[in-house]
């Protein structure tokens, strides 16, 4: 079910091909053309663009300085040896181990969640901060056939993140596994697979012997699918796992139908459809594939020993009935022109008003057919003048309606030529039949040219035949109605789209759907439950009935007719129904509908779904109008969408490209080698072979390193998945693996520091911050928590990611843990590690900043859990013998159980204040350190002074201790010109005139002093390299401040924001000049 849907150019512009299908049962199905297409320049642009992608795939440099290749060493593998048999609990007794190893971190987790049951909704009567609340979703069933690629991944770790923060925020949550029976796909796999192993083809079983050769190969490998979604760490209710093909959901299949059959919505109808000949089944437009052709190339076509050419536009004329005129047409389909029942021209267009209302005789059949107007015909393409061949084109179907055409078909479901053709044609394959076609023509002298023309070629993705529309009687659901209802619930707010403007889309579809055949002729999947009826001594048209079983509609049948149930034979339809009819059920039939179980009257509707946004129509539609039919309910409150995962170059990672990767290959490793087979087990043409091999050796030299699982899915949340597509690269999944190992690191820190410790760890309650570091890291932890409450409620997933990442890396490590380690690893005692904590002794500062770093560390994994499930457990687990337990708590079990850190509980340890003031610390230090570098300062510790205002001042005396440490001084001496009375005690004189300058901003600048000395020709240097740089940027922001001032549209705010830099610049440049002036008399005094 995951993949992209299909989108092709309709031949006849205006209204009409800007609508997907028109509203007419039974309509046209699709929107394929199999003749011209309607706007060959876009798609010669995106011809265009792939090619330039290719290119930039085959050059041998890069485009961008963002292309870079992902560099990477091997990591020592660190593999868990313990005798842990599967589902016991993993032994955290074990050493810390040095550094961090997925492979380590990942084994026996999964098992133990699984068999303990925590995933399961009954599990919630055991949590203690449970609430009377539900949260449930389905996962989209992945086909039976597949193998998940990244875009599955970020399916997974979208939903598993919902999912795990809604339980441990006390939700009853299920989120139930399903697997899709993936008719076509399922069916054509066994089918090579047996005419590989048997050299039998289908046609040589019965259709039950078929089946079970199917279940056969189903029950050997249907599991791989679940396996993956186990090593990504899905929490998935696995004892409610639901195949689409099993007994009960089987039979909610059979319901619907019935249902919907009774209510008028089902109906059997002639109708133009997606026929695969090599399947000889129709297809649904979601396994389509669009192939741009930019110009005459050929193409293998299953089937046909020759490649057959495509991208031709040909001319030809029809002679006028009573007239010395001719109309020439053009169209890339000559071989239907046996079909053809007009011509059509635009009413405007001056070429051809003296021919409406004529009749031109057809060549070969000598039938009349009609020269008709229609303002769809594009004047500009071709000729202007167009062939109508109804039983073979989609819009020409749409057309013969409104003119009362007949519908001639010349194209057999195998792709032969129809006897109706005459014998010189009957029984010749389609595309051979072309240039028979052709060839006649021209011996009438009616063949007029034939030249380039880029069109789009609908491929059959589960075949790769070409599509031929053909005329076919087939069951088609009624959707206008249902549909008004869908459109209706999304604008009453019922039912959420998420993000809001999918909603414009929603309704610009729904509006313009067409009718759905939902037959398809195959052997697997769920036989329609419909009989033609065989009344004996009957003359009239066999009808047909319906039931849930052969009895029920032989019954209907005899209660219809009035005869005896034992003087009715029925017939059952062979065919089954679109994959899609039923994937469309999911939500309520995996709880067992049309049953009222209790999973379906707690759990239905679902809460939400989340989704790609490819699959807006061919499934969430669907499961709105069905849901809403058959239940009486939306099937879910909210629709998330996600964007879709392409690749560094810009390409939609697909199969038929070769790019997509395998999540588990960026999980455990792979070498270069092993992904260039992958590629020449695929089936591509040798360029797409070329350009996929290519692509790879640039941008995995060495292959893929191990990144884990925790790293992948941290790095695909990190994403904005409501906006533009997503383009993942693997480096930034490298980054976030080395994020884990910082994570790794900070524990080691942290069981170092509490290992040490003989008294108890408050809890949060008893715990209050007392130095101004502690007071601080507390705060942004509290408002670290606040983020992730609003981002996870508005579903912006990334912006929780870049709190947490931010809080850990920015704040608890290069800050804190930095600042800290003095305190706790006992160096450098001596004042400035008591400095700011109102006269408390050392060991109550010890041990205040042990619990405070416990439950930052504790609580930032308990945030994190949802993205990060191994790695959290792991460390969370090794923290649990340190946790401060109150009298009678219940000892923890998982992390997956603990309650979601709220900012509620840790309003105690807001100090927004602290926050703010801390800012300009933090800048304070890194001028600071910046300075130490200028100066070539390795372990020495310089005097500093800070020249800045009174309130400035204030904030450096309450954070002095900080900046001592994080700056790597001896000394902080505060000085303030404009007030030279403000705190006589601590404000001291002016700084050397030889000390080194730094700019904090326009009222703060610090002075280095280095005892030591200088090197002045190097200050110099630096110095002078930096007013280099700084003079460009500043004319820059003078010429836009310029440009602001000449319009009048640049925004007060933006003005102010370009005086500001402008300003800021040029007192550094002041600073520059005036510390580069002073080393100039300096050295020459010297």
Known sequence: ???????????????????????????????VSSQLSSSPRPQAEKQRRRREREMAILSKQHTSAGEETVNWSEKPKIVYTAQTPPGTKKDTSLPFPSSYSPEYVESCWYQWWEKEGFFSPEQHERLSHGVDQTFSLCIPPPNVTGTLHVGHALTVAVQDALARWKRMQGYRVLWVPGCDHAGIATQTVVERRLLRDQGKHRQDFTREEFLQEVWKWKNEKGEEIYHQLRKLGASLDWSRACFTMDPGFSRAVTAAFVRLCDSDLIYRSEGLVNWSCALQSAISDIEVDSVEVSGQT????PGYENKVEFGALYTFAYPVEGHDGRVAVSTTRPETMLGDVAVAVHPDDPRYQSFHGKQCRHPFTNRLIPVITSTTVDMELGTGAVKVTPAHDHKDFLLSRRHTLPHVSV????????????????????FDARQLVLDALAEKKLFVGKQNHPMTLPVCSRSGDVIEPLLKKQWFVRCGKMAEKAIQAVEDGQLELIPQHYSKTWKNWMSSISDWCISRQLWWGHQIPAYQVELPESTTRPEWVWGHSLDEARQRAAVKYGVKPEDVTLKRDPDVLDTWFSSGLFPFAMFGWPEQTSDLQRFYPNSILETGSDLIFFWVARMVMLGTELTGQLPFRQVLFHSLVRDKYGRKMSKSLGNVIDPLDVIHGVSLQRLQEKVKEGN?????????M????????????????????????SHRIQGDDISLSVAQVLSCRHFCNKMWQTLRFTLGVLGENTQPLGTIEETTPLGSMERWICSRLYSTVAQCEQAFDAYELHAVTSALHSFWLHSLCDVYIEYVKPVLLREDEGAEVQADADDSDTTTVRQVARTVLYHCVSLSLALLSPFMPFITEELWQRLQPFRPRPPGAPTPTSLCLQPYPRSTHLAHWHFPEEEKDFLMVQEVIRVARSLRTQCGLRKEKPVMWAVCSPSQAQVLLHFRSAVWTLSRISSLQLHCPDRPDWLP?????????????GLVDHTCQLHLYNQSGVNVDKQILQLSQRRDRLVPKLEKILRRLQGSNDSANVPDHDRQQMEIKVSALKQELEVIEDQMKALQETQSTG
Request: proline residues 11%; hydrophobic residues 35%; charged residues 25%.
């Open 985 to 997: 005690s601590v404000q001291s004189g002016p700084p050397p005139k030889e000390s080194l300058v």
């Open 684 to 692: 591509f043409d040798r360029r797409e072979q070329l350009v996929a």
């Open 411 to 430: 194209i057999l479901g195998d792709g032969t030529m129809a006897p109706s053709c005459g014998r010189w044609l009957e029984g010749k394959k389609r």
């Open 694 to 717: 290519e692509a790879q050796r640039k941008d995995f030299p060495k292959g893929i390193p191990q990144c884990g699982t925790d790293a992948l899915r941290f790095a695909l949340c």
């Open 1 to 31: 079910m995951w993949r992209a849907g299909y989108s092709p150019s309709l031949r006849m512009p205006g209204k009409m091909a800007a609508r997907l299908c028109s509203n007419k049962p039974p309509g046209a199905q699709s929107p």
């Open 298 to 301: 050929m193409l293998s076509v």
